[in-house]
């Protein structure tokens, strides 16, 4: 499998789009998301605004099976150019 290669099907880019709309990004990078402004891009992203948003993504992951990464602030983090699964 190519490392870059998305994790994600068709049908969970669209279960998530449809449950955070504009709150969802694909395939984005994470520079903007850090204080040092480098990294590649992930699979997906969600701004969580609440406790609900944030448990339902990671229980979708964990049901899936799937990787997944709490960012806060963005501090102290480095992400390499080949993103994040």
Do not use: I
């Not at 870059?4 to 880019?13: F, H, I, N, T, Y």
């Not at 997906?44 to 944030?54: E, F, H, I, L, S």
């Not at 963005?74 to 150019?81: A, E, T």
């Amino acid at each position: 499998m190519n490392a870059s290669a998305s994790l994600l099907a068709p049908g969970d880019r669209a279960a998530l789009g449809e449950r955070f709309a504009e709150r969802v990004r694909f395939d984005a990078p994470l520079a903007p998301a850090t204080w040092w402004n480098v990294g590649g891009p992930a699979d997906a992203t969600v701004d969580a605004t609440g406790v609900d948003d944030a448990a339902f993504a990671l229980r979708w992951c964990l049901r899936r099976k799937l990787p997944f990464f709490v960012l806060g602030a963005g501090s102290n983090v480095l992400v390499g150019d080949g993103g994040v699964r």
